[in-house]
């Protein structure tokens, strides 16, 4: 069976592309069948594609998200993938809010896949500097090595 996972933050500019370019390329490497997506909670950015600062940082570690172009998080959204992680606490809560009765789709911390890094939410990094676009992928690298440990067995 196929894994398919949704990485979701706000906008769907920052974190969530990187997500998902960070995890795609850990699993092609571990030899995992996948499908992945990204969304943001909000539909501030539907249609844009990824923030400068967030191309430039995947960029230097050799992912390419350049291409990828923001959408909403929406109820189907469920049906269509079997893991769904989000970047913080609050957009947990905007995903949950439109979980239809019956569904059991996980939706986690992305983050809950590597408890040991120490932190527990990948922080927003569109309001600071450049740094913070490059904490951003150091977290979600290591939550994908969790995950290819995980599904590895």
């Given at each position: 069976m196929s894994e398919k996972l949704l990485f979701v933050c706000m906008g769907n500019i920052c974190r969530s592309p990187t997500a998902r370019a960070v995890f795609d390329r850990a699993l092609t490497a571990a030899g995992v069948a996948f499908v992945s997506e990204s969304a943001g909670t909000h539909g501030y950015h539907v249609g844009a594609r990824?923030?400068?600062r967030a191309i430039e940082a995947a960029g230097r570690v050799g992912l390419d998200i350049s291409g990828d172009i923001a959408r909403r998080f929406v109820v189907d959204d469920f049906e269509r993938f079997n893991r769904i992680y989000v970047?913080?606490?609050?957009?947990?809560?905007?995903?949950?809010?439109?979980?239809?009765?019956?569904?059991?789709?996980?939706?986690?911390?992305?983050?809950?896949?590597?408890?040991?890094?120490?932190?527990?939410?990948?922080?927003?990094?569109?309001?600071?500097?450049?740094?913070?676009?490059?904490?951003?992928?150091?977290?979600?690298?290591?939550?994908?090595?969790?995950?290819?440990r995980e599904l590895r067995g």
């Open positions: 990824p923030d400068r970047m913080d606490r609050a957009n947990l809560e905007g995903v949950e809010q439109q979980r239809p009765r019956g569904v059991s789709t996980p939706v986690e911390l992305v983050m809950s896949l590597a408890p040991d890094y120490g932190l527990d939410e990948v922080p927003d990094p569109y309001y600071g500097g450049d740094e913070g676009f490059v904490r951003v992928i150091d977290m979600l690298e290591a939550a994908a090595d969790a995950l290819v």
